[in-house]
């Protein structure tokens, strides 16, 4: 666990080092990283997708690793991760009613209808925050997305999300301060994004509490 927490921490010197030890195993490190952070969503507070991606994009500033290679590489990856999760959602979801029955399956169906109406919207607003962007693809598999509405809406979000954030990373990269300082700026980006999440969760239990009041 410490050692989680000092790669996290200096992300920044950890990926340079291993970009310039073992470039091309780098690809591979990080092409896992991000699958496994999009595919399952129990692990996916150890993994820290979004500030990675930023610290990606400096790096790729520094000329230490392609910005299309990366692009494409880790965008498949998170499109394959969304995918294992739904594929996983889908095949297990009816054994959670079977095996659970004191899961009301009321809350299924409200899900199923949720992702035939939202679905598109879930999956992009998803991919910025933190285990949602793993546990929305679950979700979508346990109520039975339509899979090609899935996979259409997967790839296009996928793509956003590391070429935004690689994009952002390549040309802040370039500023001196941003440069000496990615590690910090990673752990900032996810206290917004986690933020974000937290006071979306807080408002819908307010707004919960108040129409049950």
């Not at 590489?73 to 297990?92: E, F, N, V």
């Not at 390549?170 to 590690?183: A, E, K, M, W």
């Amino acid at each position: 666990m410490g050692e989680l927490a000092d790669f996290f921490f200096h992300i920044d010197d950890s990926l340079r080092q291993a970009t310039l030890l073992y470039p091309v195993a780098t690809y591979g490190l990080l092409f896992a990283v991000i699958y496994t952070e999009t595919a399952f969503f129990p692990l996916a507070p150890f993994f820290p997708g979004d500030g990675l991606l930023f610290a990606v994009g400096v790096l790729c500033a520094g000329a230490l690793l392609n910005p299309f290679v990366i692009c494409l590489l880790l965008s498949i990856a998170a499109a394959l991760g969304a995918w294992t999760g739904y594929r996983l959602g889908h095949t297990i979801g009816p054994r959670l009613f079977e095996r659970f029955t004191w899961i009301d399956r009321k809350h299924y169906f409200r899900a199923h209808a949720f992702y035939r109406k939202f679905g598109a919207t879930a999956l992009f607003t998803s991919r910025f925050l933190p285990i949602v962007k793993a546990l929305v693809p679950f979700i979508a598999g346990v109520a039975h997305m339509e899979p090609a509405r899935f996979v259409r809406y997967n790839i296009l979000s996928a793509l956003l999300w590391v070429i935004s954030l690689v994009t952002l990373g390549y040309f802040l990269g370039n500023i001196p301060f941003i440069r000496d300082h990615t590690s910090w700026l990673v752990i900032g980006l996810a206290a917004i994004f986690v933020t974000g999440l937290l006071i979306t969760t807080v408002v819908k239990l307010v707004r919960g509490a108040g129409v049950k009041g």
